[in-house]
């Protein structure tokens, strides 16, 4: 079955640090997204791509947020300068863009700023 | 704003048991509900979703019931088993894609042997 490959699948980098997570979404994908959630929170949406640009923003994606997709294949999510708060799991996911489907979810990268 | 409130937070359930989730959203413009999976160090898995011109969808064990009227749904799982345990989050979006998901904080279950 088709995965979305997320990686690494832990990072630890110090605050002020700028972090690449790196995603290589299901390849017939169109829609790519990055969701984040907080130890033992709910999952929250941060941004979402397609046709090469931003469709859609959360509150949390501010000006030290941006994603990128630098080839056919991956899609990153790059944090200029961490923060304490920004310690998360990162999730990418994609979709076809027929709902029927839904997305598809990688496992996460567990970002720890320190 | 929370967009989407689920209950319980937490739920026990022994095996054989019927598990029930319950979820209420506030956008009227929401018209697609998936409920995901999310086993510890996974990410969320679509265990099935509705959309509002049906009032219920089963799939397996794992049924929806959807009150478009009081904006509410659920998820019942039948003869739990201890596998099912995880965390369950209900979802809402609108349908065209691109839009995101607002889930809801998500219900530990656990079924015991």
């Known amino acids: 079955e088709p995965e979305v490959t997320q990686t690494p699948s832990h990072q630890v980098t110090q605050m002020g640090q700028e972090v690449i997570l790196r995603c290589v979404p299901i390849?017939?994908?169109?829609?790519f997204y990055w969701y984040r959630q907080i130890l033992g929170q709910k999952v929250e949406f941060l941004v979402s791509?397609?046709?090469?640009?931003?469709?859609?923003k959360s509150e949390i994606f501010d000006d030290q947020f941006s994603v990128e997709r630098p080839d056919g294949s991956n899609f990153t999510l790059k944090i200029r300068s961490t923060k304490l708060e920004d310690s998360a799991m990162y999730f990418c996911?994609?979709?076809?863009?027929?709902?029927?489907?839904?997305?598809?979810f990688g496992s996460g990268t567990r970002l720890t700023v320190v | 704003q929370q967009q989407v409130k689920q209950s319980p937070q937490s739920l026990i359930v022994q095996k054989g048991g019927i598990s029930i989730i319950n979820c209420a959203y506030e956008n009227t413009a929401f018209d697609y509900f998936p409920w995901y999976q999310q086993f510890p160090g996974k990410g969320p898995a679509l265990l099935i979703a509705i959309r509002p011109d049906v009032s219920e969808k089963k799939e397996g064990r794992f049924t929806i019931s959807f009150n478009k009227s009081a904006k509410q749904f659920s998820l019942h799982i039948m003869d739990s088993q201890p596998g099912d345990s995880a965390t369950y989050f209900c979802?809402?979006?609108?349908?065209?894609?691109?839009?995101?998901?607002?889930f809801g904080k998500g219900t530990s279950l656990l079924v015991t042997p």
């Open positions: 996911a994609s979709s076809s863009g027929y709902e029927n489907y839904g997305y598809t």
């Open positions: 791509f397609y046709n090469n640009e931003i469709s859609e």
């Open positions: 390849s017939n994908h169109l829609y």
């Open positions: 979802a809402a979006k609108k349908s065209n894609s691109g839009y995101a998901l607002n």
